[in-house]
């Protein structure tokens, strides 16, 4: 007799790790599995990923997940992908090879590029289409550099032999045996080359960074039938149903659903997204306008502020300065910082993202005296991640009151947020309550939904956003006085640190 297959795999694959978890048909995490791969930092502002190594985290995560749910292959219903956005591999469609090293969100080589773009006067172009900003975070650039500093690249893409993909297509391609060349419409609406009103590749914007079209994998809805395993690596085929970059699919396992919810994931970068419903809203304060999901042909849209270092501050005082041994341990060591010194962290170490988009700028601390140690450095790094929060939910209330009239509800989740130090400062700098739900693998949870929804196995949206539960709610205890003082601190410490101050 078959097996039952009442089981959906989830994929996460993120900038620093590679998480599978099998759910089952509850709901309910039945097997987990995590590895962390190399971080490649050959220069300054430069960050790559070896696809292979990525691949080989894929297979064996996904192999011990299994494992420890103590289940076959064969009773797994459906995988759902999410994927780190933006990162950009290029490979030889007859061999699969990477003819390059993943070029990572993170990788601000193309700043050069953005910024001649910029003096063409065709900024507006690109805002205007793909709702994002003319920046190297985006993938465009990344591929167009790839493309003219890797020998011969560019006449073998025109040429049809080399393949473009996120992390997702990459993936797909290689899971399905090279059956499947596709994305989805969140992972496609982060490249720079994606028209997101008209939902399709942008031919304007392809000629402008000079990209065959031919390299570009076709873009489908987020629930959608993205190919099957092969058979060989797991032992089962397994259809492959859903998909959707880390940030939407943590939208969907938030359950923010309704116009005006709002999500921020604090994994190595913080991403704040905003449910805008179909309506696409422009930002003023220079947030992104994106893809939330599109689902039956519908796309909803969001609008987000992305920080690029969060989480990666809390590794840098780990394994940079030494100042922790575990993570976990920098909620407690912030604790008993003196209340007394005002350190600021601007973690600049990558330039900053959203609202300010300043590739050029690097890290810098202020406000150090010979009292300064690490507890108040750890008290720094973790509270620039809720000064930059602030920052954001600051432009998006602006942008989201004068398109809606109505207020917003803030819902967080990732690694970082596991820290109660963080998550009560948090509360206290954006002066307003911060829910933490009880289940913070998130991200998972919406790229299994969508499988799960798709294979018919879970329940529809409504539902299942009933299932959302919060653990804890963080309220706001610091004083105003206090509040208005660090903020200004802050502001102050960003302002010293852009690159045209
Ligand atoms: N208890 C903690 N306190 C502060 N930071 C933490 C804690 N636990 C994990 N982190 C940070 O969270 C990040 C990992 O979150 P995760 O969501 O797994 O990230 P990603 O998906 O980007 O790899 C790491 O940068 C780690 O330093
Ligand atoms: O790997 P994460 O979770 O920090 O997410 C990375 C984002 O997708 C980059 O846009």
């Known amino acids: ?228 395993t092969e058979e060989g690596l797991f032992g089962a085929e397994i259809p492959i149903l859903g998909v959707a970059g880390d940030q939407q699919a943590a939208v969907i396992g938030q359950a923010c659903f309704e116009p005006g919810m709002v999500k921020s994931t604090y994994g190595t970068g913080c991403f704040a997204v905003l449910n805008t419903g179909a309506k696409m809203v422009r930002s003023k304060n220079r947030l992104l306008t994106t893809i939330a999901y599109r689902l039956d042909g519908e796309t909803i849209y969001a609008l987000e502020g992305s920080i690029f270092i969060a989480g990666a501050a809390v590794q840098w005082l780990r394994d940079g300065l030494g100042v922790v041994e575990k993570a976990s341990q920098t909620g407690e060591l912030a604790a008993k910082a003196d209340p007394q010194q005002e350190v600021y962290l601007v973690p600049a170490f990558t330039g900053l993202g959203a609202p300010h988009w300043d590739a050029e700028s690097r890290g810098a601390m202020y406000g150090l005296t010979r009292n300064t140690g690490p507890a108040e450095l750890a008290a720094a790094a973790l509270e620039a991640v809720c000064f930059q929060t602030r920052d954001l939910l600051d432009a998006m209330h602006k942008d989201w009151r004068s398109a809606s009239g109505e207020d917003t509800v803030l819902r967080v989740d990732g690694g970082m947020v596991a820290s109660d130090w963080t998550m009560q400062r948090l509360a206290d700098l954006i002066d307003a309550p911060v829910d933490r739900p009880t289940i913070l693998e998130t991200t998972a949870l919406g790229a299994a939904w969508l499988a799960a929804s798709r294979a018919g196995l879970w329940p529809d949206r409504k539902t299942f956003a009933k299932t959302w539960a919060r653990e804890r709610r963080f309220e706001p205890e610091m004083s105003a006085k206090t509040r208005k003082a660090r903020l200004k601190g802050w502001k102050d410490a960003v302002r010293r640190t852009l690159s045209d101050s």
């Open 1 to 228: 007799m078959a097996a039952a297959k009442g089981y959906v795999l989830a994929i996460d694959q993120g900038t620093t790790s590679t998480r599978a978890i099998v759910f089952d048909k509850d709901m309910k995490i039945a097997g987990f599995a995590q590895e962390e791969f190399p971080q490649i930092f050959p220069k300054s502002g430069w960050v790559e990923h070896d696809p292979e190594d990525i691949w080989s985290s894929v297979l064996s995560t996904i192999r011990k997940a299994i494992k420890a749910a103590k289940i076959a292959a064969g009773e797994i219903a459906a995988i759902g992908i999410t994927n780190q956005r933006e990162t950009v591999v290029v490979w030889d469609r007859e061999t699969g090879k990477p003819i390059h090293n993943a070029i990572v969100w993170q990788d601000r080589r193309s700043a050069n590029d953005c910024e001649k773009l910029k003096a063409r006067g065709l900024e507006k172009k690109f805002v205007s289409r793909t709702g994002l900003i003319l920046d190297p975070y985006f993938s465009g650039t990344k591929l167009s550099w790839l493309l003219s500093n890797v020998k011969g690249a560019r006449a073998r893409a025109e040429k049809g032999e080399l393949c473009f993909g996120t992390i997702d297509t990459f993936l797909i391609w290689r899971l399905t045996g090279a059956k499947s060349f596709v994305t989805d419409a969140t992972n496609a609406s982060r490249t720079l080359i994606y028209n997101i009103g008209e939902n399709r590749w942008d031919k304007t914007l392809l000629d402008i960074l000079k990209i065959p079209a031919v390299m570009l994998p076709e873009v489908k809805d987020c629930a959608a039938d993205f190919g099957v």
